[in-house]
């Protein structure tokens, strides 16, 4: 939430990614019902958090715990998973920020 958003709820990416997870319109309309077994609206911050979480949860899943390919696919899609050549630097910056503070909150050093 913190490496996206900023922790604000009304964040709007260039993508059109919206809330404090960042997460794109169609993806809440397509993962809602599969992953929080419900419609959920991404102007809602607790939908938004909801999605948002069920989806990386499910990322983490698919690539067997690997952060990074589960933050890539967050972020840029599957496809940018296989080949990292084609992200570019604000997707890389992302990525590493995100996976940066991921290992600072799991060693206790993370600040809101």
Known sequence: MRGGSGWNQAAVSV???IGV?????ATAAAAGPLLVHRNAEVHDLADNIDLGT???RSNLD????DLVGALVD????????????HLDADERHYVWGVHRLAV????GRGRA
């Open 62 to 65: 698919r690539f067997h715990g």
């Open 15 to 17: 993508a059109g990614a």
């Open 21 to 25: 997870m960042q997460v794109m319109p």
């Open 104 to 107: 600072a909150f799991q060693q």
């Open 54 to 56: 069920a989806i990386l």
């Open 74 to 85: 967050y972020y840029a899609g599957p496809s940018a998973v296989t080949d990292w050549s």
